[in-house]
C-alpha cells in the first residue's frame, strides 16, 4: 500500500555539477525536492519505488545498485540507485538519475530502492494499473516520482510559448499540491504531449497507486524557471 509520496521536476540542472553558474537560480527547486525526499522516511517505508519518464519503453525496471550517470550533459559525474555492491545492469536515464541523485544528496538509508520508467505517451489507463502494481509491491511503498510539467511557458522555453502551458501548469501543481487523484488521472494526454510535460505519465502512475487510500498533500514548490514548469509537492 502507498504510504507516502515525493513529487519532484526531473531536469539534469537540479545537479550543481551540471548546471554549473546557474546553479543557485534552482537552488529553490532543489531544496523543496531534498525537503520532499527527506519527509519519506517518516512513513517508515519497506520499499521505495523511483518512477520518471524515459523515452525507451523497452528497459527497466531498475533494481536497487543500478548506475547512471551526467556524461551526456558534459559532466562526469555517476550516480547509483541506493547502496548496494551488485554489479550494474541497464544504465538509469536522466529522470532517474536525477532521482538517484537526490537520494544520495539526502542519504536515503530507511528502505530498499528500485526504479520504473515510463515512456511520455503510456497511455492513462497503463499508468494507474502500473501504479496499482507498485503499491502491492510491499505493505508499505513510498514513492519518488520525478516529472516536470509543460515545456512551453515563454518564448524561450524549450518548446516556445503555448497560451495553454501556464493554465495546465497550475491545475497540475494544485492537484499535486492537494493530492487530487481524481484531477490527476484525468489529465489530458494528448495536451500534456503538446506541452511537452513529461511529469504526466508519472503522476497518473501515482494516481493509481493511491487508489484506496485517502492521502494528504502539501505542494511545497511552484515555478517556471527557463520557463518549463516544475512542482515539487509532499504526500502522506
Do not use: H, N
Not at 505493505?139 to 510539467?149: F, I, K, N, S, T
Amino acid at each position: 500500500m502507498l504510504v507516502a509520496a515525493a513529487v519532484c521536476p526531473c531536469p539534469p540542472l537540479l545537479v550543481p555539477e551540471v548546471a554549473a553558474g546557474a546553479a543557485p537560480e534552482l537552488d529553490g527547486a532543489r531544496a523543496a525536492c531534498l525537503d520532499a525526499v527527506g519527509r519519506l522516511a517518516a512513513a517508515r517505508p519497506d520499499l521505495l519505488i523511483a518512477v520518471g519518464p524515459t523515452d525507451d519503453p523497452g528497459q527497466g525496471p531498475y533494481p536497487q545498485g543500478a548506475t547512471g550517470s551526467f556524461r551526456g550533459f558534459g559532466v562526469d559525474l555517476g550516480v547509483r540507485l541506493g547502496a548496494s555492491d551488485t554489479e550494474p545492469g541497464q544504465e538509469l536515464p536522466p529522470s532517474l538519475s536525477v532521482a538517484a541523485w537526490l537520494l544520495a544528496r539526502a542519504e536515503w538509508m530507511a528502505a530498499p530502492v528500485e526504479a520504473l520508467g515510463v515512456t511520455e505517451t503510456l497511455a492513462t489507463d497503463r499508468c494507474l494499473a502500473a501504479g496499482r502494481q507498485l503499491a502491492a509491491r510491499a505493505e508499505r511503498v513510498a514513492l519518488l516520482v520525478m516529472g516536470d510539467g509543460s515545456a512551453c511557458r515563454t518564448l524561450k522555453a524549450p518548446g516556445y510559448l503555448d497560451d495553454r502551458a501556464t493554465g495546465f501548469d497550475a491545475d497540475t501543481a494544485r492537484a499535486l499540491g492537494a493530492a487530487d487523484t481524481a484531477a490527476l488521472k484525468t489529465l489530458d494526454a494528448t495536451l500534456a504531449y503538446e506541452l511537452k510535460a513529461a511529469g504526466r505519465a508519472p503522476w497518473q502512475v501515482l494516481a493509481g497507486a493511491a487508489e484506496g487510500t485517502e492521502p494528504g498533500g502539501q505542494l511545497l514548490y511552484d515555478d517556471a524557471p527557463y520557463g518549463v514548469g516544475y512542482s515539487v509537492a509532499a504526500w502522506a
